[in-house]
Structures are given as structure tokens and as C-alpha cells.
């Protein structure tokens, strides 16, 4: 536990440092209306917090910045309430007055307004990406060079894609193929659909499926298995932007990372209720472990139905972020309700 002043000393350091990207001296802090302590007391105090590991000093000379554990204590313990600016508040309210009338639309809308207002970068996980898995996968030919498949989720959601069949590969070898897929991806995540057949079925092809290295690419139009179109990015350059981020390999480690289906879905699917706020190493991935992650559910009627999410820096607002969420998952879970009474 820390003592009151302690408290006020690090909430003030962490504000300061939010807004300045600058380690914070006890002559800045002290300067401050909300502190009513000479430079020599918060100096002292520094130090103590310093050792319990709640600050850390980057250079001899320098203030204090702080740590990931001083982070998680102001979340937990020192974060208040915030009214959103005004301005802020009218954008979002203003995005759901409108007239969208689709999922897709919607939650594009709030990713982009999400990443603009907070600087960061949103990630926006749809139903589908989380939740919903393959019930039967079905293939209409319309003629010798074309086909129509169909695929049903467990949720009942009907999602239908035409596409072309490669030459030399004959429509009863796509009806062996759907055979296969229905009876071993049957109950897996549409999420996951791309990696099992990549993983698992490369055998079973082989020995049953004619050409089936040409099907190979069939597969990739046919199972939904663009899990990109279920979730939506926005802002991912905003990272750029962020002082802490200099380093060319951590930012491309980033962006890579941003391209990998599984491991966005991992990050940032959730199924808490509330905000969620992981901070630094407390992300199961370690190009992360730098960065904060936080993530609120939508949902209709109490059924989840997907995570807005934000990636920026362990030196992210918190307090505005945590609050934008707040407002944004309880609009959107409201506009959603709307679009499917």
C-alpha cells in the first residue's frame, strides 16, 4: 500500500509523462496546482517509489518515468472517472446517428473514429472472427467454370462466395473436396479454417482429391478464410507517431504482427465484461511487451458479439481511452441491437 502523497506523487507523474514523453523531475511536479509539496519532499518521495519498483530512472541526471508496475497500480487504483471532451463525445454520438444500416459499415466506422480520437491504433474483432464456427459447407455449380459455395455458421449466419474453378480441375474433385472439409472442420472456428486445411488436410487431399495442389487455391476463396474481412484495423501507422517507437525492427515486428489473423484474435478477443487493460509484459506476446492493449465487448441482449480494441504504447491515456471504450461498446452494442430487431 502506499501512503496517501505517494499516491498523489505518482498519479502526477504519470499524467506529466503521458502528455510530455519526457522523464518528470520533482521541480515539475511540485510546480503543480493539484501538489502541495516542496521539490525536496517530492524528490524523497521519488526515491521511495523508485524502490518499490513503481518508477524507474533512465539515466543518473534524469527524472523519473514510470514502470509497468506504476502503470498498473494508477489503472487499478488512482484512475478516476473522465468526461470526455466534447467534441469528442459529439463525433461518437454523431457516428451512431447515422443512418448505417450494415454490421460491416458500423464497425468499420467505429474502428476508424476509435484510432482518430485516441492517436492509437483500434482493432475491431467481428462476431465471426470470435465466436461462430463451420456448420456445412456447400457447392452449387452454375456452369463448367464457376461455382457458387456456400457456407453456414452455427449461429445460422448463411455467407455465400462465387468463385472460379482452376483449369483442369473437374467439379466432382470440388465435391470430394467439400466432403472432406465437412467432415473434418465441422465445429472449427471460421477463424481457424485457413490454418487447419494448411496444417492438417495436406495428406488427406493427397490421397483422395485429384490435383488437389490446384484446389489448394479454391479453398482460400471458398471457407471464408478471410478472416481479415471479420476484422478490421484502423490506424495501424499511428504506432509511427508514438516517441517510444524509433526502432525500425520493433515497428516492423509490429506490423507483421498486425497481418497475423491468429495472433491479433489471440491479443485481443475477450469475453469479460467491461474494459479490460493489459499492460506491457501482461500480453501473451512478447512484440507486445511494450505496448498496452485494452478491450471492451460488444454484445446484444448479454451475448458477446465481439472486442473493440486499442494497441499504443505503455504511455497511453488511460483514463481517456478507458473512457472513450466505455462510451464507443455501449453505443455500438445499442446500434447493433437496432440492425438486428
Do not use: W
Not at 127 to 147: D, F, G, T, Y
Amino acid at each position: 500500500m502506499l501512503a496517501e502523497r505517494q499516491k498523489q506523487i505518482l498519479k502526477a507523474i504519470i499524467e506529466e509523462y503521458v502528455v510530455h514523453a519526457e522523464p518528470v523531475g520533482s521541480r515539475t511536479i511540485s510546480k503543480r496546482d493539484d501538489i502541495g509539496y516542496s521539490a525536496a519532499t517530492v524528490r524523497n518521495e521519488m526515491a521511495d517509489l523508485e524502490d518499490l519498483g513503481f518508477v524507474e530512472q533512465p539515466h543518473t541526471s534524469a527524472g523519473r518515468i514510470p514502470s509497468q508496475m506504476g502503470y498498473r497500480y494508477y489503472v487499478d487504483n488512482l484512475m478516476g472517472p473522465q468526461r470526455l471532451e466534447r467534441t469528442d463525445l459529439l463525433q461518437v454520438r454523431e457516428l451512431f446517428a447515422s443512418q448505417m444500416d450494415a454490421v460491416e459499415l458500423t464497425i468499420q466506422q467505429t474502428g476508424s473514429i476509435l484510432s482518430r480520437l485516441t492517436n492509437y491504433t483500434s482493432i475491431i474483432l467481428g462476431p465471426e472472427a470470435i465466436h461462430n464456427k463451420l456448420k456445412h459447407l456447400q457447392v452449387i455449380p452454375l456452369n463448367e467454370r464457376s461455382a457458387v459455395a456456400i457456407v453456414v455458421s452455427d449461429n445460422g449466419h448463411v455467407d455465400q462466395r462465387r468463385f472460379t474453378v482452376p483449369d483442369g480441375v473437374s467439379l466432382s474433385s470440388i465435391e470430394k473436396l467439400v466432403n472432406i472439409l465437412n467432415v473434418k472442420l465441422s465445429g472449427v472456428p471460421l477463424v481457424r479454417l485457413k490454418r487447419n486445411v494448411y496444417q492438417e488436410l495436406f495428406a488427406e487431399l493427397d490421397r483422395h482429391v485429384e490435383q488437389y495442389e490446384f484446389l489448394l487455391g479454391v479453398i482460400d476463396q471458398m471457407l471464408l478464410a478471410d478472416t481479415d474481412d471479420r476484422i478490421f484495423t484502423s490506424g495501424t501507422t499511428n504506432i509511427l507517431t508514438q516517441p517510444e517507437f524509433t526502432d525500425v525492427t520493433q515497428v516492423k515486428a509490429l506490423m507483421d504482427l498486425f497481418e497475423q489473423t491468429d495472433t491479433v484474435t489471440k491479443l485481443f478477443a475477450t469475453n469479460n465484461a467491461g474494459v479490460q487493460v493489459r499492460i506491457g509484459e501482461e500480453n501473451s506476446i512478447a512484440t507486445v511487451n511494450n505496448c498496452s492493449i485494452v478491450t471492451a465487448s460488444f454484445s446484444i441482449d448479454g451475448r458477446s458479439l465481439g472486442t473493440v480494441g486499442v494497441l499504443g504504447p505503455t504511455r497511453m491515456d488511460y483514463n481517456k481511452v478507458v473512457s472513450l471504450m466505455q462510451v464507443l461498446t455501449t453505443d455500438l452494442s445499442e446500434h447493433l441491437r437496432q440492425l438486428y430487431k
